[in-house]
Antibody
């Protein structure tokens, strides 16, 4: 079955870096783009951007440029989110979510059809 | 502040019908972009509930339905059950942001 397995919780100090992994199985990894979504404690979902798993080209949402990097290792069907210079406000659950392309009458639209269980990143001194 | 506006909370008794609105603008829903809905049960990851405004993935009960009109979309849940208590999020594409965006989320309480 299609699933996304994310790496375990992380506790980091301010200024450190963290790399979250998202391993895909049950489908051809390079056939679907991957989204990243952040959820701060008690808050809503925030789209961080996506990465084209064919080309490796990332697209970052406003507010997620500079310290955030999306990358891939297609040999192991895994997407990565790296955050550098961590701040307390980066404390959140980070989700990966597969981007499904749906053909409508005359156009395509995209939605997040499969989600990982999330990785909790806590930034605290 | 999300560009898609949802009520923070809604509630209903078991068996009743509730609706959750998602109000956008001419750069997202009003521009014709499709709306998708996700359900997030307490302590779990979001799950796709409705895609393409009104389509249900396999396994989602037909008690859940979606619609879209103008610059708004709605999620309706009929025959409310205790297990429906969750947070619900709408999502669409926004041309001003050049990317996807989520509504602020709505907490559904089953009384």
């Amino acid at each position: 079955q299609v699933q996304l397995v994310q790496s375990g919780s992380e506790l980091k100090k301010p200024g450190a870096s963290v790399k979250v992994s998202c391993k895909a199985s049950g489908y051809t990894f390079t056939s679907y783009a991957m989204n990243w979504v952040r959820q701060a404690p008690g808050q809503g979902l925030e789209w961080m951007g996506w990465i084209n798993t064919n080309t490796g080209n990332p697209t970052y949402a406003q507010g997620f440029t500079g310290r955030f990097v999306f990358s891939l290792d297609t040999s192991v069907s895994t997407a990565y989110l790296q955050i550098s210079s961590l701040k307390a406000e980066d404390t959140a659950v980070y989700y990966c979510a597969r981007d499904f392309e749906q053909l409508a009458a005359y156009y395509y639209y995209y939605y997040m059809d499969v989600w990982g269980k999330g990785t909790t990143v806590t930034v605290s001194s | 502040q999300s560009v898609l506006t949802q009520p923070p909370s809604v509630s209903g008794a078991p068996g009743q019908r509730v609706t959750i609105s998602c109000t956008g603008s001419s750069s997202n829903i009003g521009a014709g972009y499709d709306v998708h809905w996700y359900q997030q049960l307490p302590g779990t990851a979001p799950k796709l509930l409705i895609y393409g405004n009104s389509n249900r993935p396999s396994g989602v009960p037909d008690r859940f339905s979606g619609s879209k009109s103008g610059t708004s979309a709605s999620l309706a849940i009929s025959g409310l059950q205790a297990e429906d208590e969750a947070d619900y999020y709408c999502q669409s594409y926004d041309s001003s942001l050049s990317g996807s965006t989520f509504g602020g989320g709505t907490k559904l309480t089953v009384l």
